[in-house]
Each structure stands twice: as C-alpha cells, then as structure tokens.
C-alpha cells in the first residue's frame, strides 16, 4: 500500500497529460431523472447555509451557521451553543461532522471539536473526552476524518492538521500552522489523503508524515501560478479527482504508470462540468462521482457513459436543486443523497423514489392537463385530452408533430376512442359529437351531421365491434350504435332488449373475449349484452353489485373486475354473482385509499393497479393492497380519469389524470428493503421534557400524564411509515397508529410500566424490536410499602387484639359459667341441707325422744314402737327422695320424657295441683349434661309450682326441631312482680341452668295473672 503511493511522485514525472476533453459524448442519465425535495428553514431548519452533513444515530445531522440540526423526516430538532453551560457545544456555527466507527459523533465548530452524548443530549468537550488541554477545544475546525485505524484526522483553519488517538488519548500535530488545508479523503486501500490550496499530500505511516506529490508541478501546463486546489477523492477504481478554485477538475488514472490525466472545465456538453469552482466531491453506490460546484449545481460522472449529467436550480420546477452553489454532499446507508447548499437549505434525491414517467405540459408540452383516453396504435399514444387530440411518440418520447396535423385546428374533447378493423379511429368527445379519423387518407370526419335524429353530443364511450360491422357510442342520452355498411345510425328495434335500456346514461363500453358487450352506466349497474342470445342482463344489488356507478371493468379469466363509485367489485362470471367487494370500509390489508376506482390494469405479475382520487394501488386478491403511490412517491397527481388506462405489450403502464398521463413499468419498482431503526423523539410529563434516550424513568404519583413522540428513520417517502405502540401493563394489544407519531397515557396508576414501538418503513417493512422505555410511577405515602407494611402490622395487631378479646370474653364466659355452675351447686347443697334438716333431722330428733321414752310407764311400748318404725320409714322414703333428687335413677336408664313424665306422676299423686305435660320430637337420649340440667330446671318449676305460685294447674311442655329444643312452663297462679328480685333461689338455679348451657330464658308475670316461662336451647348444644 505505501509503496503505491510512493510510486506516485516518481510515475508523475513521465505522465501523459492529456488535453480537455471535447464535446460528443451522449448521457445515459438526463437532468429530468433527478427530482430532489427541499427542507429550508420554512420545513424547520435553523439556517440555510449547511456545511457538513452526516448519518448518525439513525438521524441525519445537518451542519449549519445557526446550529447543528438533527432531522428524524419529519422535524428538525436544533442544537446551539448556550452561554455558561459546561455540556454544549463549543459555538453554534458547524463546519464539519463525522460518525466515527466506534459509534460516537464529533462535530466541529469555529470555536472547536466536541463529541455528542446521544443519552443526555448534550456535548463533552475533547479536553473531558482526552482528560487534558489542548487548543483544539478552540480553533476552527474545517474537516474531520477517520481513518481505518479508528484515529480522527482534524483539518483545523490556522493550525494545520491533528491525528487523535482516542486509545492512548494522545494529539499529534501535522503541517503545524499551515492555513491552506482545504479537504481530505482516505483511499480504499486505507491511505489518508489531503489537499491544500498549493499541494496534495499523502500519509507515509513509515514515516509518520505527509508526503507532497509536487502535482502543482506537474499541473503547471494547465494551471496558472495562483491557481488554487480545493476538494480532493479517491475513488473505488483508486483515481485521484482534485477538484480546484477555478481551473475545473483533473482526475489522474490509476495505475499511474498510464500517465493519464483528464480535465475537465465548464461547459454544455455531456463531456463538460456546469462551473470550474468544486466544493466537494462523493461517490455513489453506484460508481458515479458528484461534484458540488459553485454556481454550476451538481456534475455527475457516469463511469459506464463516460459522461456528465448536470444537476442545476431553477425556479420554475420546484423538484429541481434548490440552488447551484453546492457546499457539500453525502449518501446515506439508505442511498439517498443530501445536498448541503450555501443559502437555502438541503436537498434530498431519493432514487427509489421518483421513478413515475410523466406526460404533461410542463415536461412536454402536452397543450392540455387534463387526458380523458389513451389509445395506442404502431408505438404512437393518441391522447384525448379537455381540448384536442396530440400524439405522442412512445419510441422518441415527443409528440409526433406529423401525425398531428390531421387534428390542427380541431378543438374538441375527446373523452374515449377505438378502432375498427379498417384501422379508422373513432373519437367520443363530449362537446362535438363522434369523429371518425381515417387511416388512409388521414381525414377527420365529423358524423353528427349524417341523419342526426339521434345523434348526441355529450359522448362518454365508443367501442367498434370486432364480429360485427358497428361502432357503438354512449353519452348522457344513451347507447346509439352506427352501422359501418350503412354509414348511418341504427336504432334498436330489432333488438327489443337493447332498446329497453337504451336511454340510459352510459359511461363506458366494453367487449369480452366471447365477443360480450359490457355497459357501464351512470346510475343502472352495469349491463351485459350476449352476443348470441341478444340478450340484456343487468347486475346491481340483486346480483351483489351494491354500487350502480360504473366507471371501469376488466377481464381476468373467470373473473370481472368492476370499478365503481363505491370501491371495486369481483364478479363471478360463472355464478353471475359478485364474490367480494373492497373499498375504503374493508378492513385491512384489503382497505383501498379510495372508493372511487376509475382504472383498472393487471400487470405481468397478477397485481391489479387501480387509479382513484388517491393515487394508485397496486392490489391482489390473496394478500389486499400492497402498496398505494401518490404524489409523496413522485406522481404528479392523485386525481385520475374515468376509464383511461392502457398497457402497452412491453408491460408498461399509463394512467391518464387530470395533469397530464402518468406511466411506469412496474417490474422495474423495486421495494425499500430498508428496516428503520425506531426512536423515541420526546417525553413529556406534564410541562416537563425528559430526555427521549433514558431507558428507564421514575416518576412521582401526581405526574402521570404522559405524552410520547416516536419516529421510524426511514428517510424514504417518510410519510408514509406505520407504527404501532403498547404500554404493558395498561394496553392488552398493540395499537396500530397507522402514520400517527405520538402517543398519550392520562392519569397512570402506580406501578412499574414498558412502553414500546414498532416501526415500518413506506413499503410496510416493520422494525419489530422499536424502540422502548421503563416508566415506574411512584406510590404515594399511602400506597408506599411501608405504608401497606404498617397497615398489614396494624391490622395484624387488631387481629391479635380481638383474638385476646374473644378469648378474654370467652374466659369471662367461663367463670360465669363455672360461677353459675358452682352458684347452682351450692344453692342444691343449701336445699339438701334444708331437707335434710327440716324433714329426716326432725324426724330423728322425734325418733331420739320416742326412744329415749322407752320404759316409761306413762306411755306404751307399743304406741312408741309404731311411732317409731313410721318416723323411721319416713325418713327412709326422704332419703330415698334426696338421692333421687341429687340424680334420678329413672333420667339415666329411660331418658328425659320418662324421667320427667315420672316426676309430673308423682307430682298429680299430691293434692291441689295439676301437670299437663308434652313432649314433641324430643330424641330418648340427650346428651348427660343437658339431661340432668332440664331434668333440674323441670324439678325447680314444679317445686315453685308447689311451695310459692298457690296455682292448681301447670302447662308443661317439651318441643324439638331443627332450630333447638324449646321448654315452655305456664301456671295459673297468684304471680309475681317481675321487677323486684324473687326471694327463693329457686328462679336463680334456673337462670344459672340456663347459662350453662347457653340457652335464652323469657319470662313474663304479674300478680294474679300466673306466670309463664320460656327457654330456648340451639341446636348445636344438643
């Protein structure tokens, strides 16, 4: 490699120079092929004069003398020095830019070299980058350049060249203070390459230097002493091109032994360039070198012509360069070309884009804009246009003047045409009527004058027959078919079908390859003559064909394409029915741009294109509508015409529209392969901006209302990208946004949240991983977690604490029971003590005293002996009583009833007193302690009963069911107040009785009203 280059200063000595080339050559490529959009400062940038453009971050940036503009396609975001900031840039005015390969984007400045910080949005200066000082934090910078050793060549203004080693953060100086370093390149084989107002240079890594080559020495044939060199390329055949101040532009082959030298200055001719003065120099993918010229616009080097294409402004197309000082140029990965000018902005050329040939006034000279029919005989296009008919040549590409001359002079409108097999063209117009133009003689014939009974002016259709010698024509006032044998109208009585709807408005004629006529009409459907049944069928709403305004039909096999007012319609020919219909309603992919469907042609590929108001789709039935173009992808109108259409053999297309005819072949559209790279451009929270690059961003309860902007950087027609966007956790699906670029979330809750977009490009390629970001939106203090912590400790603690409730209370419980309980015991203690002391201790103090009397003379032994054994008899049923009491043997071996039945016996034995008892569902068997409790609580009611109601009857009764057992007690004795506390314990044993086992007691007395109680036992104690 450097060897190459050292032969350069030796091989230069014997070089050939060869004089300036001459006119003769022919361009493959022509200015019109070239068609650029322009971004000002009326589309958002910041100034006009761009110095430096360059590709990064999926952005382009624009260096400007107001800032430095990153642009995502649709909006220029603009970057300036501020005053008192550490993290900017260093000056607003941006001279040059490079994106290095190791993903970092350097910018120089007049007031010094910076690097971009993509997250921050915010710029470092070298000496933070390098952890030292230096002047280049300061000078001028003119150029930056990275050569494959990943080390950045700065041109500097004053102070000659830097080399920064980011790797060992060293700065070496080159050329030290020399102020004429005007461009650089490196070569392919990796060789750095500068060029100076007087000397071109290259890098000896040997060395460590730059080398001259002395060209100006080997120039001086052609250059004069104050000739100045300016831009400077290597290009991928290893051609050196130096561009200069005003002596044209030298390339000097490689290898250099040819010792061959081109020159090339100003001039007209495809062997010229448009201007002397080079500002820049790029190759394209494609080989062709451009020049950015001062006042020429751009040359372009065909490498395969050997020609030059100019590119300059003007200011009667607007798709042409903005201007012809050019300042700079770029091409980025997507292969479109940017062009940086001196006053009014950047000018981008897409050559994906613009690739719709184009008929019209402008280009052509086309006398009208508006084309109503297109007919194609031998390569010629007859085109009817609002005024007249022209010819144009499709082989030259110009209107063929000679043929023209038949229709000089002739204004009419000519809305349809077609011709018969005598080769004589039939012209309907809609202002004069039918013409005929014959091919022989070359005269126009006008036929409203010939038995004009019928004949109308307002003509939509004509159509000459193949099978039949005829010429059908149809307008406003109906179909009318002219005889050609004749030379004159024929009605239709001898085909009563077709005279029944005759009168309809006809916007279209066409014939079927079975020789069938369809008839489009304006307001009837469409309608099908049979050629050999004579017959009339009429499709409308009864056969699917929901639309009744016909504009163009087409036949495809089985099939019966139908454009309409209402969409377009497939009719099945077979089942004379329509099988489906698309329009602007149907869900996609099958949604057409627009429900009018003024043309349809099916390519060599099996697509069907159809032109509507919105440009033109290309549609297939199995997978809808692949792509729609409109004026964003280089037509000159979205507007078309009813029914003009034609393919030509070759497969190209033509479109009539209403500027001018629009034709394309479509295997030559190719799609944008590109997968853009999804960005999110901006987020804002309420009034404040965050930066878009953060992956992750925290924010409190009260600020989530959030706003999203996000962009897919396909520089390609950019309108046209699609998105689609979800934030986890709110959104359950994607939503499609379509060309939308923002997205908006109101009053999140809290919580942890991804928001995510996906991106296509204008040919529906998707970026399925976008672009993301993590948005966490704080609780408040009553929903943090130490909040919900405590709350969880508190509610455990008031668990805690009603559970030490219940069971203190159930503790409580207990020892009222237990008290109860040992209250009822010892109150059963007292009663047997008073019967034992009241009856049996009587009875044995009477007994000790009849004892005591024995052997008295006063009283017999035989009365104290009966006397005795009675006492003693009595007190042994006492005892017997008592222990029953204390637990009746009758309870434990019959059961409660028997037990109670038992007692209530014994009780009606007595005198005074009366039990009625019942029992109802009671079970034999209960459990012992709620046996011997009821069997006590019976015997304390019926002993009060006894002793202290003075009643003669007791109501006693005993009913079970599912609710619990239930006692219910009714005397009809003296009473009591219920408000003063009974004297007796005999009503507390009760209650304590009833407490243990967790039953309710009601009671209800009065004096002299009796007394009746009622007990309730649940269930579950049963």
Known sequence: MFRSCLLVVFLLNTLRICGQHSAGTTA???????????????????????????SYDGYMWFGTQDGLNRFDGHNFKTFRARRGTEHTLNNSWIQALLADSKGRLWVGTVGGLCLYDAERENFQKVRIVLKTDHLIDSVSIEELIEDKQGNIWVVTDEHGLFRINIENQKIHSFL???????????????????????????????????????????????????????????????????????????????????????????????????????????????????????GGGVSIFDNVSK?????????????????????????DRQGIIWAGLSNTGVDKYDPAKHFFGHIGQETDNLRSSSVYSIYERESNLYIGTESNLTVYSMKDRRFNKNLEQSFSGISFEAYSMSEDTSKNLWIATTDKGLYRFGREKGDVTSLNNIENDRMQYFLYAVKALKGIPEVWVGGHRGLERFDLNGNKLKGWRDIPSMEAVSDYTVRLLYEDSRRNVWIGTLGHGLLHYGHQDKRVAT??????????????????????????????????????????????????????????????????????????????????????????????????????????????????????????????????????????????????????????????????????????????????????????????????????ARSKREANYTNLPWGEFTFRVIGSNDDGLWNKTGASVKITILPPWWGTWWFRTLLVLLFAAGIYGLFRYRFAQQLRQ?????????????????????????????????????????????IPMAELKERSEKL???????????????????????????????????????????????????????????????????????????KHSGASSVWLNFVCGREGLFLSYKDNGVGFDTSIAPAGNGLLNIKNRVMLLKGEMRSKSSAGQGTAIEIDFEYITL
């Open 539 to 736: 499709f409308d709403k009864k056969n699917g064909l929901l639309c009744e305004n016909i504009r163009s039909v087409l036949e495809d096999g089985s099939t019966l394409w139908i454009g309409t007012d209402c969409g377009l319609f497939e009719l099945d020919l077979k089942q004379s029915h329509v099988r489906k219909n698309y329009s602007e309603n149907t869900a996609p992919p099958f949604q057409l741009p627009n429900d009018v469907i003024y043309g349809i042609l099916k390519d060599d590929s099996g697509y069907l294109w159809l032109s509507s108001n919105r440009g033109l789709a290309r549609f297939s039935p199995k997978s809808g509508v692949v792509k729609t173009y409109d004026v964003s992808d280089g037509l000159h109108s979205n507007e078309f015409n009813t029914n003009c259409a034609y393919k030509h053999t070759d497969g190209t297309m033509y479109f009539g529209s209403v500027d001018g005819i629009t034709y394309f072949n479509p295997k030559d559209l190719k799609s944008n392969t590109f997968v853009p790279p999804v960005k999110i451009t901006s987020i804002m929270v309420m009034d404040s901006v965050y930066p878009p690059n953060l992956k992750e961003i925290t924010l409190p309860y009260d600020q989530n209302f959030i706003n999203l902007e996000y962009v897919a950087l396909n520089f390609s027609n950019s309108t046209k990208n699609q998105y689609k966007y979800r934030m986890t956790g709110i959104d359950e699906k994607w939503i499609h």
């Open 872 to 946: 003693l008899a009595g007190s042994v049923d006492e005892i017997r009583r008592l222990i029953h009491d204390m637990h009746p043997r009758n309870l434990r071996e019959m059961g409660l009833v028997k037990a109670v039945d038992d007692m209530v016996g014994l009780v009606n034995l007595g005198n005074g007193l009366k039990v009625i008892f019942d029992a109802t569902n009671v079970p034999e068997h209960l459990p012992e302690q709620l046996e011997i409790n009821l069997f006590r609580i019976v015997q304390e009611l019926l002993q009060n009963a006894m």
């Open 28 to 54: 493959v490529y022509s200015q019109n092929q070239f068609s650029f959009e322009h971004f000002s400062q009326e589309r958002g940038l910041s100034q006009g004069t761009v110095y430096a453009i360059a």
């Open 814 to 858: 207990r020892e009222a029971e237990i008290r109860a309980s040992l209250m009822a015991q010892e109150a059963e203690r007292q009663r047997f003590s008073r019967e034992l002391h009241d009856g049996i201790g009587a009875n044995l103090s009477l007994l000790k005293m009849y004892l005591s009397s024995f052997g008295e003379a006063d």
């Open 307 to 331: 020609a030059f294409i100019h590119i300059t402004g003007t200011d009667t197309q607007s798709n042409r360069l903005g201007e012809d000082h050019v300042m700079c140029l770029f091409q």
């Open 176 to 294: 030290s203070g020399n102020n004429k370093i005007y461009g650089s390149c490196i070569a392919r084989d990796g060789v750095l390459w500068v060029s100076t107002y007087d000397e071109i240079y290259y890098y000896n890594p040997k060395k460590d230097i730059l080398e001259p080559m002395n060209i100006k020495k080997r120039l001086k044939r052609y250059l004069p002493k104050n000739a100045l060199f300016q831009s400077i390329l290597i290009d991928s055949q290893g051609d050196l091109w130096i561009g200069t101040y005003q002596e044209g532009v030298f390339r000097i082959k490689q290898p250099f032994q040819d010792d061959e030298i081109s020159h090339y200055v100003k001039g007209n001719t495809s062997a010229n360039i448009t201007s002397n003065e080079i500002r820049d120099f790029m190759e394209d993918r494609d080989g062709r070198i451009w020049m950015g010229t001062k």
